[in-house]
């Protein structure tokens, strides 16, 4: 049996801000639900962490972690959940903080994350097989391990895998803190450089024996100029170990039988019970209570590189000349939250811009949708548009990264539905704009939608395929 641990900044349901918490939160259980492999997370104890799950950890050890000049404090405790053994790095000066990320120490707070994980694996005489690194904060260990411990005794077997969530977020550092924050020397100098500065993403990607992304479109894609945010001349001359795999999302968690967040739950077989949802979230919302109206929804961070800037061009007219209702849920730049809260005071019975972020409320607005926006300009994987679909909104998505390998266009032939949504491949409001109302078109003609909604809800966004894609990958190590 492998014995594989991953390496994290967050994980649901402890703490997490957004997809690579979904990820570490769901996929180590999918693998362990295998029967084979022994799988481990690591990850920081923050203040997020509840004080309900402290209780149940086991502090496993207490040891001092030295990183350049410093030697910090360092607990480790574990917690069993879904099969999976969860370790909780403490350190409060580093992370009882009111935010996961956004300090300005952020660098040092993950060198001492990555070097506590080298550490542990000493202090509980556990070495794993494959060491699997996710995203820039935990790019370090993998590094660390190759440069620092490959050496010692236990280290010397270990395989590494690293893989990219958002390749926009690499750890760019200036080189002046090589040695003091990162404990590394000018032996290392080469390798932590790109673009005349420390890029941790990079160093990882070149030191680990595999590097994998969250979709396979996406693996493509971030050998390219236009998606690599600089790093394509680094992806192309690795590109003989990398690999993209499709993300899953958590079906006990989003399940529209059995979710006690949503106000009539349903399934495949009684989507009639699905309208309930809307008339419960209109009623919520202070919308006209109507079921024969199109629900459209944004369930989004409001930013350019979701698409936002395609909405803005279109949105006023399909809502202006259509018979709709859309509602917007969501944060990010200040001028997208105002424009939808324009468009809400323009249209009072149309639409609804709730400008926040709940995670109940978004489920609440996912089971009440009817079709789902999503135009990204770049998506690695996308978890919105499988959630979506899991709670039989129609996806309305363009054609990119993980969207593209998970939501493939309607068409009809012979009698027969092809297709799990509606899709558009140039980065264009008219081509959002055409899709949105053929969508409306087909939701508004009964037999059909019924159709489409019941293959879209079929549907498989489990994570059972990408596990068995996951094991096949470490067995190739």
Not at 42 to 58: D, H, I, N, Q, T
Not at 164 to 187: M, T
Request: charged share 25%; aromatic share 12%; net charge negative.
């Amino acid at each position: 049996m492998k014995k594989i641990l991953f390496a994290g900044a967050e994980a649901m349901p402890f703490a997490a801000t957004g997809g690579l918490g979904d990820v570490l939160g769901s996929l180590p259980a999918a693998l362990a639900a295998t029967g084979d492999a022994d799988v481990r997370v690591v990850l920081p104890l923050y203040e997020a962490v509840s004080g309900e799950w402290r209780k149940k950890m086991k502090e496993e050890a207490v040891f001092f972690v030295k990183l350049a000049w410093r030697e910090q404090y360092c607990g480790v405790y574990s917690l069993a959940y879904n099969g999976v053994t969860y370790y909780f790095i403490d350190n409060e000066y580093y992370f009882k903080r009111p935010s996961l990320y956004g300090h300005f120490d952020d660098g040092e707070r993950y060198a001492f994350f990555s070097m506590a994980v080298m550490e542990m694996m000493t202090r509980l005489d556990y070495f794993p097989d494959v060491l699997h690194a996710h995203d820039w904060q935990a790019a370090l260990t993998v590094v660390y391990l190759n440069c620092l411990y490959r050496h010692r005794r236990g280290y010397g077997d270990i395989r590494t895998v690293f893989t990219i969530h958002n390749i926009e977020y690499q750890g760019k550092y200036d080189f002046s803190i090589l040695g003091d924050v990162f404990a590394l020397g000018e032996n290392e100098h080469s390798l932590m450089e790109y673009g005349g500065c420390i890029n941790l993403m990079k160093a990882a990607v070149e030191c680990a024996d595999r590097v994998s992304t969250v979709s396979p479109r996406y693996a493509e894609e971030i050998r390219t100029a236009e998606y690599a945010h600089g790093l394509e001349s680094c992806l192309c001359r690795n590109a003989h170990k990398l690999s993209g795999i499709l993300n899953g999302i958590d079906y006990e968690y989003y399940n529209a039988k059995t979710d006690r967040a949503i106000a009539s739950r349903f399934t495949v077989r009684s989507l009639g019970s699905k309208v309930g949802n809307k008339l419960a979230l209109q009623r919520e919302t202070g919308l006209p209570e109507r079921e024969d109206v199109p629900m459209l929804s944004v369930i989004s961070r409001l930013a350019s590189h979701k698409g936002l800037d395609l909405i803005r061009e279109c949105i006023y007219d399909i809502v202006a000349r259509n018979d709709v209702q859309l509602v917007i849920l969501g944060k990010g730049e200040a001028h997208y939250e105002q424009f939808f809260l324009d468009l809400q005071a323009a249209f009072p019975d149309k639409v609804r811009a709730l400008i926040t972020y709940d995670r109940d409320l978004s489920k609440r607005i996912y089971a009440a949708t009817d079709i789902f926006l999503m135009p990204s300009r770049s998506e690695p994987c996308g978890l919105s548009q499988m959630i979506a679909s899991r709670y039989g909104a129609i996806p309305v998505v363009r054609e990119t990264g993980g969207l593209f390998d998970s939501i493939k266009p309607y068409y009809e032939e012979k009698n027969k539905i092809y297709g799990n949504g509606f899709t558009f491949s140039g980065y264009t409001a008219d081509e959002l704009c055409e899709r949105t109302l053929a969508a409306i078109d087909l939701w508004n003609q009964p037999e059909k939608r019924k159709a489409l909604v019941t293959k879209i809800m079929k549907t498989d966004f489990s994570w059972n395929n990408s596990a068995l894609s996951y094991l096949s990958l470490y067995e190739g190590l």
